[in-house]
């Protein structure tokens, strides 16, 4: 039988990291089976989901080029198919119409509680016939029977859940629309689904669905629930830890496979393998390689990663990515050509996000407005050394050889070392002391460009004495 995997969103939010991880982690086991994978928005909650997040959802899925076979699939569009299974569990005396009042239920609960009890339905209306009954909920009929629920978490193993701990609880909102154990049961046989893969905040959700799943005489799937993402408190990760949107990191500059890569090894490992391509993710994926235990969510390792795969991308390529970043900082569109590739190489290996890159690589669009204070007071006391590197660089031929030959002779009339000589160049076209190398930066800015600035730093430099 092939395998079938989804990921299943309720689009009340921005997709986040851990909502992520476990489409990946899906994905990954679809594709290493040769199996299936699908999309589905579970946007039943019509008060809480909004349609822009399922937009962001599917956009996050195409940033992060994660591509589902089937859907995506809506579950508010699917309102007709739960309606003939919520009937035949009514018309078999598997669920029932519950008209109890809010006030009910809320006296209930504070009675319980008052008592020591876990509040849970009484099953006041589960004799009852409320045919006629306008305004109710369905409820599902819990089996009386003595059995436990058992099933074997393909992560955790045996899981016994007593029925004790369940009550008949509601799967058709007073809206008439189902809650999400229901339409999840109803999805999931329909579309095959053979395993599912999900957080294990899942896990009390899972024996209602077993249940329901018998009801309908639906094969029951196979389950993995993977332990939740911490914060480095070892509480669960949360935005006090640092950004959960998976947009977010794609606005911070983070390569999407980089992402992926982190993701990956929050739970699966391969012997101490950090780096994987999507087809070694693939080949390796395997369940049994996810641990038991949770993992810590490290911003500075993602960022590391980030920053390798940066170093290790095709520049050309490279150079798409961060165009979008470069041209939101300059406000105006940037083309790429050969010079613009050239640029990115220039920072590629430096920097470890595409927005820093892009500020790496601002100078070039940019003659420098103010020179760093600091880096000003400490290499650029002598004039004269601009003054006579420049008229050295108007007359020579405009190559990596001349410009070199050029500082040697300026090194050795000065009695100085390489930097005292790279720094206030670097200055005068950068503005800064930390930049990609001088002769790479004079090449790429050109002789004219080049020279401009260094007049117009020594300019500066002269009206300030
Ligand atoms: N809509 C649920 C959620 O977002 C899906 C859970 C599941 O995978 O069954 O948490």
């Not at 119409?97 to 006041?124: M, V, W």
């Amino acid at each position: 039988m092939s395998i079938i995997t989804r990921f299943a969103p309720s689009p009340t939010g921005f997709l986040h990291i851990g909502g992520l991880r476990t489409a990946l982690f899906n994905y990954l086991y679809a594709r290493h089976n040769n199996g299936k994978f699908i999309l589905r928005i579970e946007d039943t909650d019509s008060e809480r989901s909004e349609e822009r997040f399922s937009d962001l959802i599917i956009k996050a899925f195409r940033w992060v080029d994660l591509k589902f076979d089937d859907g995506p699939y809506f579950q508010s569009q699917r309102g007709e198919i739960y309606s003939k299974y919520i009937d035949r569990l009514i018309e078999e005396g598997k669920a029932y119409k519950c008209c109890c009042s809010r006030e009910r239920l809320k006296k209930l609960k504070e009675s319980q509680t008052a008592n020591g009890i876990k509040p849970h339905y009484d099953g006041f209306c589960r004799g009852t016939n409320n045919e006629a009954a306008e305004n109710f909920t369905i409820r599902f009929k819990l089996p009386k029977t003595d059995e436990n629920i058992e099933f074997d978490d393909l992560i955790h193993g045996k899981i016994l859940i007593n029925l004790s701990e369940i009550d008949d609880f509601i799967i058709v909102r007073s809206n008439g629309i189902p809650m999400y154990n229901f339409a999840c049961v109803v999805d999931d046989a329909l579309m095959g689904v053979t395993d599912i893969i999900r957080g294990d905040d899942h896990l009390s959700n899972t024996s209602k669905q077993i249940l329901l799943c018998r009801a309908l005489g639906f094969d029951i799937p196979r389950y993995a629930h993977v332990p939740m993402i911490l914060g480095a408190d070892k509480k669960r990760f949360s935005k006090r830890h640092g950004a959960i949107s998976v947009n977010v990191y794609k606005e911070e500059g983070y390569l999407p496979d980089a992402l992926l890569n982190y993701l990956v090894r929050l739970g699966f490992s391969y012997n101490d393998q950090e780096i994987f391509s999507m087809e070694e993710m693939i080949r390796y994926f395997d369940i049994k390689r996810l641990g038991k235990s949770a993992s810590v969510f490290n911003p500075s390792k993602l960022l590391w990663l980030n920053a390798v795969y940066i170093k290790n991308r095709v520049p050309s390529i490279l150079a798409e990515e961060v165009l979008p970043f470069i041209s939101a900082l300059l406000g105006t569109t940037v083309k790429i050509d050969e010079k613009f590739v050239e640029m990115v190489k220039t920072v590629q290996q430096r920097a470890k996000t595409l927005k820093e890159m892009a500020d790496q690589m601002r100078f070039y669009f940019e003659t420098p407005s103010d020179y760093e204070e600091k880096g000003v007071k400490k290499y650029c006391s002598s004039i004269d050394l601009l003054n006579k590197i420049m008229l050295l660089m108007k007359d020579v031929q405009w190559n990596e050889s001349e410009l070199k030959k050029i500082a040697q002779n300026v090194m050795d009339e000065f009695q100085l070392k390489m930097l005292k000589i790279a720094q206030p160049i670097r200055i005068a076209l950068t503005g800064k002391t930390v930049s990609p190398g001088i002769y790479e930066m004079l090449l790429i800015l050109g002789k004219e460009e080049s020279l401009k600035r260094m007049e117009r730093f020594i300019k500066f430099l002269n009206a300030k004495v």
